[in-house]
């Protein structure tokens, strides 16, 4: 049998992959050589930190 969560957020992590949901942290997508916001779909350059669009960054 498997153990319980110890967290809330586990729990509601282990909800939403129940069903279907992804529960892992979002990241910078790739179009090409560029980095693409996963949130507004800015493109930056490779070097950048933080999404000059809507303030995105990926958290560490």
């Known amino acids: 049998m ?3 969560p110890s967290t809330d957020d ?6 939403l992959s129940a069903n279907g949901h992804e529960t892992t942290p979002a990241g ?3 179009s090409y050589n560029k980095k693409q916001c ?3 779909g800015g493109i930056h350059d ?3 930190r933080q999404c000059s669009v ?4 990926p958290e560490r």
Not at 54 to 57: E, K, T, V
């Open 28 to 30: 910078w997508d790739h």
């Open 2 to 4: 498997a153990s319980a």
């Open 38 to 40: 996963p949130e507004c």
């Open 10 to 15: 586990e729990l509601f992590d282990e909800f």
């Open 54 to 57: 809507c303030g995105w960054f």
């Open 46 to 48: 490779d070097d950048a």
